[in-house]
T-cell receptor
């Protein structure tokens, strides 16, 4: 079993819909949780960063962390074709520690 | 954040040769990491590049195959030695901005390596 599980997709949604992404993990020591967006042939771009449990909102993006269930989510509201990319969850035990990544979910937003 | 430049952005290499990838950051950073992303896969940490000392390698990666240098707080190199087709991957430099202490890591654009 992988340390971080993420559905590979692809997840196809119409423009304007809400995109719902999630990851589950097994290591209870993870404290820092991140979501990255990666366009084809580009490096990952940090989208959202949260520490411990709770919600964080930034524009159209909302990240949720439920440490009791070892489950994190990313929601994208009013999705746009430009949101089409692979979304990677990542987590670490402490600041400056290595990140453990999920496998990534490919998202396609259709106009 | 930080601006991270990697060179080369892509290369095609012959089996048995070696290639050095450079990572330059526009500000001093405490932590610098090298990741590999194989085709269709997620990112796997190769090593942590330590300034002024030997890199710390993850399980499955060794210094003879992936020697790393980090002469200062803004620059690092990763060499992929004696390459085989299995080394065809994207190699990514990642940094945590100095003083942030937040755990936020930023990535370069990556170096896409194809080994024939």
């Amino acid at each position: 079993q992988k340390e971080v599980e993420q559905d590979p997709g692809p997840l196809s949604v119409p423009e304007g819909a809400i995109v719902s992404l999630n990851c589950t993990y097994s290591n209870s020591a993870f404290q820092y949780f991140m979501w990255y967006r990666q366009y084809s042939r580009k490096g990952p771009e940090l989208l959202m960063y949260t520490y411990s449990s709770g919600n964080k909102e930034d524009g159209r993006f909302t990240a949720q962390v439920d440490k009791s269930s070892k489950y994190i989510s990313l929601f994208i509201r009013d999705s746009q074709p430009s949101d089409s990319a692979t979304y990677l969850c990542a987590m670490s035990e402490a600041a400056g520690n290595k990140l453990t990544f999920g496998g990534g979910t490919r998202v396609l937003v259709k106009p | 954040s930080a601006v991270i430049s990697q060179k080369p952005s892509r290369d095609i290499c012959q089996r048995g040769t070696s290639l050095t990838i450079q990572c330059q950051v526009d500000s001093q950073v405490t932590m610098m990491f090298w990741y590999r992303q194989q085709p269709g896969q997620s990112l796997t940490l190769i090593a942590t590049a330590n300034q002024g000392s030997e890199a710390t390698y993850e399980s499955g990666f060794v210094i003879d195959k992936f020697p790393i240098s980090r002469p200062n707080l803004t620059f690092s190199t990763l060499t992929v030695s004696n390459m085989s087709p299995e080394d065809s991957s994207i190699y990514l430099c990642s940094v945590e901005v100095a003083g942030a202490g937040s755990g936020e890591l930023f990535f370069g654009e990556g170096s896409r390596l194809t080994v024939l």
